[in-house]
């Protein structure tokens, strides 16, 4: 597991300098921090940022982490259909909700891939970038949330954590001035952290493998599909999501 040492964050980070990036929850899946990674500047902030999978069942032990967080803010990326067969429990510390559903349509029936040696991984490059082209809504939104300090610490996921919330969380770290290598490697954990959730599955059929963890190569479609089609990341930041890195910067790193 991976560990980074803070004098920052939480009050319950606060109380112990070595922070465990995997946070240590019971039921719930591939739920960190995003704090302690480098920047071009210094250092993400611990204690604000997090990323999971969905928040279903919250059992007492898991809301109990989350409220000695002071978890304030919930994005969800899932769709109506997800939310409604997997509700997120409640946690007494939140005083906002806000759900920016991403739904790139059923990925088994992308078309657009065309003719690859490995096609479940090609109908995956095509999600990435269906979400990177048709998202753009609701990472908005996102970034806007972002800017208004007051709502951290913020959460945000979406059903594993891996994909919407991968992508939104590259997008976040590479605001923040994080390395291109880093941000890859934060993408890349959720293949370790959700072998336990998606292990019986991947036993009973191999197949489906490349659609229940990460590859390097979703991320590269995910970032190629913006300098392409975007203008490069810095134009589909600042222009297209209206993020203000500059402000992020400020508000998160130190």
């Not at 409220?67 to 259909?81: A, G, M, Q, Y």
């Not at 007494?92 to 992308?110: F, R």
């Not at 998202?135 to 300090?149: D, G, M, N, T, V």
Request: aromatic share 10%; glycine share 8%; hydrophobic share 35%.
């Amino acid at each position: 597991m991976e560990t980074e040492k803070s004098t920052q964050g939480s009050p319950a980070g606060r109380c112990c300098r070595e922070r465990e990036r995997l946070l240590p929850m019971n039921d719930l899946f591939n739920a960190r921090d995003l704090g302690g990674y480098r920047t071009d500047t210094g250092r993400v902030k611990w204690g604000v940022l997090y990323r999971t999978g969905d928040l279903f069942p919250l059992c007492p032990g898991d809301r109990e982490i989350l409220e000695r967080l002071n978890i304030r803010t919930i994005v969800d990326f899932r769709n109506k259909t997800e939310r409604s067969q997997a509700p997120d429990g409640e946690i007494s510390t939140v005083e906002g909700i806000y759900t920016l559903s991403i739904d790139a349509g059923n990925i088994l029936d992308l078309s657009k891939a065309g003719p690859d040696p490995d096609p479940a991984e090609a109908m995956m490059d095509e999600f990435y970038r269906l979400i990177v082209r048709g998202a753009i809504p609701q990472y908005r939104e996102f970034f806007r949330l972002l800017s208004e300090k007051t709502r951290v610490p913020l959460l945000f996921h979406c059903s594993a954590g891996k994909d919407r919330t991968g992508i939104g969380a590259a997008l976040l770290l590479t605001a923040l001035g994080v390395e291109r290598e880093t941000v890859y490697r934060d993408y890349l954990l959720s293949a370790e952290y959700l072998k336990d959730k998606y292990a019986k599955y991947i036993n009973a059929d191999p197949r489906v493998e490349p659609f229940l963890t990460v590859r390097r190569r979703y991320i590269d479609a995910a970032f190629g599909c913006i300098e392409r089609e975007f203008g490069g990341m810095e134009t589909y930041l600042r222009k297209i999501l209206l993020a203000d890195p500059a402000r992020l910067r400020e508000y998160y790193t130190e």
